[in-house]
């Protein structure tokens, strides 16, 4: 079966991020949608809240016939770098590869995004030719240039690397605009993960005009304080 994942997205628990997880679930079933990959930056504190909530498992299969991907974007020491099937702890300025040693070993998947986009830190060329990477986003809905995707894509064809697509939503209302098409039999964090490797399709459209400049004025808001997630045993305690 054909399933529809968003591998990019960030809820409130980003610094620049402006809604909730379960608004970001909400919307996603609207779009057709069958799960998203929850990359906040720097931290895995929105994807403790939802196994809290019980919207994420932790044996990695569905809620409710809909499935999370927990995962990161961590600021590593070159560049942004997508950390999925993981909950991780605070790494940034890491080297990268560190960090993808890191997922390695946790059994993760070490992606990076929006890496030509010379308005972003992205990982560049230089630093992509000797990290050993799963694959590349090549398409990103919030690119600064659409020519920056192409390069991506260019270069994940020649390094004959697996190829993603994101939304980088940032806002409810933009998730789903990109998203990656996965085809297999086994509907969870393991498979989808599993099935990046084997093949993939890409479902590529940009952000609209209202929704990349809500997502610039988000960034430029970075240091308003970013929510933080407390286990339910620190709350009865606080």
């Not at 994942?5 to 909730?20: E, M, P, Q």
């Not at 990359?39 to 990695?60: A, F, I, P, W």
């Not at 999370?68 to 770098?81: F, K, N, R, S």
């Not at 986003?137 to 600064?144: L, R, S």
Request: aromatic share 8%.
């Amino acid at each position: 079966m054909a399933y529809n994942i968003d591998l990019h997205c960030h809820s409130w628990y980003s610094g620049d991020g402006v809604s909730s997880p379960e608004s970001l679930i909400a919307s996603a079933r609207k779009k057709g949608l069958h799960g998203f990959a929850l990359t906040d930056h720097n931290t895995s504190d929105g994807c403790r809240y939802m196994l809290d909530k019980g919207l994420v498992r932790e044996d990695g299969q569905p809620v409710d016939d809909f499935l999370i991907i927990p995962g990161v974007e961590v600021t590593t020491a070159e560049g942004h770098l997508l950390c999925l099937g993981v909950i991780l702890p605070y790494l940034k300025g890491t080297p990268a590869a560190e960090v993808c040693k890191i997922v390695h070993e946790m059994g993760g998947l070490a992606i990076p995004p929006h890496p030509y986009d010379m308005f972003r830190a992205g990982i560049r060329q230089s630093v992509l030719d000797v990290l050993d990477i799963d694959g590349l986003e090549v398409f990103n809905a919030a690119t600064t240039l659409k020519r920056y995707n192409a390069q991506a894509f260019e270069y994940a064809t020649m390094k004959k690397l697996p190829m993603t697509a994101g939304s980088d939503a940032h806002h409810e209302s933009a998730i789903g605009t990109a998203y990656t098409i996965l085809h297999t039999d086994d509907f969870s964090v393991k498979g989808i993960l599993g099935q990046i490797s084997k093949g993939t399709e890409l479902n590529q459209r940009y952000m609209s005009p209202k929704d990349a400049l809500r997502k610039t004025w988000n960034n430029w808001l970075r240091l308003r304080r970013r929510r933080v997630h407390k286990p339910p045993t620190e709350r009865g305690n606080s």
